[in-house]
Nanobody, 121 residues
């Protein structure tokens, strides 16, 4: 079993930055596919970024967000810059040993509890 705990969310003004962390426990996840999803009120959960041996981003965050992982700490990060109000939502980290399609939430077995990000204009 893998447990995931997100941290680093908060409230920031448009143009600001935040760094989210996702700490894994239970086993090492250095060979797992790991991703960030977000969910805004009234909307479906959407893929933001993923990392395995490469990194992947949804178009709306390319050039603004950067995903990384520190295998020694069993932790994944999401550095978010130039934040916009439309980035507001609950951000979740997810992990799975294999993934066929990065953007499908059902592909991931392990999820964190989420951390709120609010960007004000």
């Amino acid at each position: 079993q893998v447990q995931l705990v997100e941290s680093g969310g908060g409230q920031v003004q448009a143009g600001g930055s935040l760094r989210l962390s996702c700490a894994a426990s239970g086993r090492t996840v250095d060979d797992y596919y790991m991703s960030w999803f977000r969910q805004a009120p009234g909307k479906e959960r959407e893929f933001v970024a993923g990392i395995h041996y490469s990194t992947y981003y949804t178009d709306s965050v390319k050039g603004r967000f950067s995903i990384s992982r520190d295998n020694a700490k069993n932790t994944m990060y999401l550095q978010m810059s130039s934040l916009m109000p439309e980035d507001t939502g609950v951000y979740y980290c997810a992990a799975n040993p294999t993934v066929g399609h990065w953007g499908t939430p059902g592909e991931y077995e392990y999820w964190g509890q989420g951390t709120q990000v609010t960007v004000s204009s």
